[in-house]
């Protein structure tokens, strides 16, 4: 069972991916953390997002992704780096490190193949994103496209950032978010967009147990009765 969820930053898909999977035993991929190890690499190498860098770069760096307690875990180089792909630093870079296409192409094979042989081991995978639905696994069993009103997601990104000590306005963190929305949907590959057959969630008004719910109603729903 591969169950994709796209949408933009602060809609909720990793805390609804994540519980998802929990309930079901399945495990969760997060496609972002893939992204931002990479770029993570990038800056370790002193290099820039481009085209011209990444030819350098990208056939020194390896990332893998290895699973402990249905954990998922970033390595670098062999390093393992889980903990350091959420700073600023590789938060300024990542966006444009993902536009880079050897860097897509890279990463939308090593997500398909962790992807089936995660569901061979673990019976089913929730992957998260911006192309999962539509580029990594345009055959998945079940696709959900998340949204919310901006004014909400930058209140919880911004909570987000209150707990982690980051001191910005409400005002900064919707123009920081607005502005990677235009980005990641503007792009020329892979943009951020809703797959044909995907179900639209607007999370705006639900609790993140409702959101959860959802999707795992869809899941019970297309299995065979007693999978
Ligand atoms: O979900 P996140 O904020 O951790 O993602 C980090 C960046 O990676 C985001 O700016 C868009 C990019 N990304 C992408 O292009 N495709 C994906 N499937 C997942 C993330």
């Known amino acids: 069972m591969i169950v994709t969820i796209d949408g933009p930053a602060g809609s909720g898909k990793s805390t ?11 495990v969760y991929l997060d496609t972002g953390a893939m992204y931002r190890t990479v770029a993570l690499g990038f800056l ?31 390595y670098l180089n062999g390093e393992e780096v889980t903990g350091r792909i959420r700073t600023p630093e590789v938060g300024s870079i990542v966006s444009d490190i ?12 090593d997500q398909r193949r962790i992807g089936f042989e ?10 998260d994103g911006r192309d999962t639905g539509t580029v990594v696994f345009p055959d998945a069993d079940i696709k959900i496209f998340m949204e ?8 919880r990104r911004k909570k987000e950032y209150d707990e982690d000590g980051k001191d910005l306005s409400l005002s900064e963190v919707k123009e920081e ?7 990641d949907r503007n792009r020329d590959i892979a943009p951020l967009r809703r797959a044909e057959d995907a179900t639209l969630l607007d999370t705006t008004y ?15 729903e297309y299995r065979p009765s007693g999978t």
Do not use: C
């Open 16 to 26: 609804t991916a994540r519980g998802v999977a929990d309930r079901l035993d399945y």
């Open 44 to 74: 370790e190498a002193d290099a820039q997002p481009s085209a011209h860098d990444a030819e350098n770069v990208l056939p020194e760096l390896t990332v893998d992704v290895k699973y402990s307690e249905e954990e998922m875990r970033l």
């Open 98 to 109: 993902s536009t880079l296409r050897p860097v897509r192409e890279r990463m939308v094979e």
């Open 118 to 127: 995660q569901e061979e081991v673990h019976g089913g995978v929730v992957l």
């Open 148 to 155: 919310a009103d901006l004014e909400e997601r930058a209140r």
């Open 177 to 183: 978010l607005a502005q990677r929305d235009r980005q």
């Open 206 to 220: 639900k609790t993140i147990d409702d959101q959860i719910a959802f999707v795992v109603d869809r899941v019970k």
